[in-house]
């Protein structure tokens, strides 16, 4: 399984970044992105059902991250809006292959992060 994440950098708070995950080596259900900040735990922030139909964010991104998903690719995008510095962080793309009922408990896979900073 491999999850190939891309899109990470550096950005001034208020401005946008787009990342980018390609799934090979599975079958997802739901794919999504999680996060770990700096001195903090993992956390999850976003999740899509396998037909696209169906997002669940977490409070701190709500309103301001957008997934979407093509699921002929196995590629989920992440386009983050207004960010700001509590933004920074390494960013995970994720993958359950066996459920896409949203919110999950847990994930199956984590892949390797990308990084975000975002600068006052």
């Known amino acids: 399984v491999q999850l190939q994440a891309s899109g990470g950098g550096s950005v001034q708070a208020g401005g946008s970044l787009r990342l980018s995950c390609t799934a090979s080596g599975i079958s997802s259900y739901a794919m999504g992105w999680g996060r770990q900040a700096p001195g903090k735990e993992r956390e999850f922030i976003v999740g899509i059902s396998r037909d696209g139909g169906t997002a669940y964010y977490a409070d701190s991104v709500k309103g301001r991250f957008t997934i979407s998903r093509d699921d002929a690719k196995n590629t989920v995008h992440l386009e983050m809006n207004n960010l700001d510095v509590a933004d920074t962080a390494v960013y995970y793309c994720?993958?359950?292959?066996?459920?896409?009922?949203?919110?999950?408990?847990?994930?199956?896979?984590w892949g390797q992060g990308t990084l975000v900073t975002v600068s006052s």
């Open positions: 994720i993958d359950e292959p066996d459920s896409d009922y949203l919110p999950l408990a847990e994930w199956k896979f």
